[in-house]
């Protein structure tokens, strides 16, 4: 449950009632998953519903709250988040969505960017080092067969 402040335009304040579901699936999300916040939210009557869904919801499960909010005309507002607007709603968020491993890109430390720069010196050394090795076999070793290969 979230409580949020809302001010009208004539000023007045009062609080509206969240009611939130994660769902985070490989697939989309079905309709019999959403059930439980609508009861739940039938019983308590906030003013929103809603789920947020780390996909997508299905088809099957959008069409179930289009005709859950038609035929039922529920007394809260129902709503979703996928992940489209998910990731334009923390898009400003780095450091949180570093801090729970969720970046697509996740920011390397000091200590990985210093390992990853030793192993490709040593790759391009070990390259170089065969490639001399292949000049001295052929006889063309030497400060002129470095000056022919740069």
Known sequence: MLSKKEIDV????????WFVDCKHYKKGVP????RSLLT???????DVALFVISGY????????LHAYQSSDRPPFKIKYW??????????RKASLLRKYDLA????RNVKTILNAEAEFFNR???ERKLVLLELIKE?????RARNKSA
Do not use: M
């Not at 919801?57 to 069409?63: G, I, M, T």
């Not at 996928?82 to 898009?91: A, D, G, T, V, Y």
């Open 40 to 46: 739940w939210a039938e019983a308590e009557r906030p």
């Open 31 to 34: 309709p019999n998953e959403l």
């Open 10 to 17: 004539d000023g007045s304040k009062h609080h509206e009632k």
């Open 139 to 143: 006889g063309r070793s030497g400060k």
């Open 104 to 107: 697509d890109v996740p920011i």
């Open 124 to 126: 391009v050394w070990y």
């Open 57 to 64: 919801l299905s088809n099957p499960a959008k069409d179930y």
């Open 82 to 91: 996928e992940k489209p607007q998910l990731e334009r709603l923390s898009q």
